[in-house]
């Protein structure tokens, strides 16, 4: 019969803490916020304060690579002199950098 007592688990010791069993879980989502969530946060208001800046005359470059002026602005789309009597019209939000203040390498 003591065969039968040593093969049961031992019920000893208390019940895991709730908080101590999610605190890793925890830590985890606020490192990932402040890592990860808040930079990006921080530089999609940076490009939106950025585009929302953007006026008649300033140099800018477009996601596709394209350098240009801008010539008239509307509410989602822009202008862009390209070259002499070459103007484009693009959407605002594929305007990524503003060339203003690179001189111009020739």
Excluded: C, H, W
């Amino acid at each position: 019969m003591n065969y039968l007592l040593m093969a049961q688990p031992a019920s000893g010791g208390a019940p895991a803490n709730p908080i101590m069993t999610f605190l890793p879980l925890v830590l985890i989502i606020v490192v990932f916020y402040f890592f990860m969530i808040r930079p990006q946060m921080k530089k999609q208001k940076e490009v939106a304060a950025f585009r929302n800046s953007l006026a008649k005359g300033d140099k800018v470059i477009t996601t596709g690579g394209i350098y240009g002026k801008i010539v008239e602005m509307k509410d989602n789309t822009v202008l862009l002199q390209v070259d002499d009597n070459v103007k484009i019209k693009v959407d605002k939000s594929a305007i990524v950098r503003d060339m203003t203040d690179v001189s111009d390498q020739k």
